[in-house]
């Protein structure tokens, strides 16, 4: 019953926001007791940390498996950045902002392990490129994987980019157009061209 509870909340979460979720909208929801749901989490703060490590895990198992097909990698990344965007639903980027208002310090925490994550899958896909002569060579592999850290995180930037104006998926594929055009070889940018063509 806890993972349900986990599993449920953290998809209403992500649709609905943090401010208005409730014990009782989740209880609600679920056809149970509240007192079922304070029988394992004794507040909404441990069951929305519980839920960022499910998502946490769950978003880096997927990415793990994609990257154990040994796609090319440019198809990789975009492999990544579709599931990533399907799994948190990232057609509603409020909840992204009000997890950093209302849980500030379970937000810190969560993004530091999804940089740490990140940071290790983008290197071997920045590595991957180089040696088969997609992504330029000349360029600081550190930089570039937190270069694709910082952007495809701040791309959910309501101010910057408000979804009255702008679809999530929209800035999200422009992001990741923009930045591997900067690192691609004559030979990644024809392959981007055509994949892009494809899809």
Known sequence: MRD???????EMFLIQGAKGLTMDIIA??????????????????????????????????GIHKIM???ENPIKEIYLIKDFVFKVLKSENTSPYFQFQKY????????????????????????KKG??????????NIKLLSRFFFIGINNVKNLILFNPKHFSAFEVQDVYLNFYLRAIC??????YLYNHKKLN
């Not at 349900?4 to 953290?10: G, H, L, V």
């Open 185 to 190: 070889t004559k030979k990644g940018l024809d």
């Open 4 to 10: 349900k509870i986990i599993e449920k909340s953290t």
């Open 28 to 61: 609600y929801e679920m056809r149970i007791s509240k007192k079922t749901i304070y029988k394992y989490f004794n507040a909404k703060r441990e069951l929305i940390k519980a839920g960022s490590e499910y998502l946490f895990h769950k978003i880096t198992s």
């Open 103 to 126: 849980f500030p310090k379970i937000y810190r925490s969560l993004i530091t392990h999804q940089f740490t994550e990140m940071d290790t899958c983008i290197t071997k896909n920045i």
């Open 68 to 70: 154990e097909l040994n």
């Open 130 to 139: 180089i040696e088969q002569g997609l992504y330029r060579n000349k360029n």
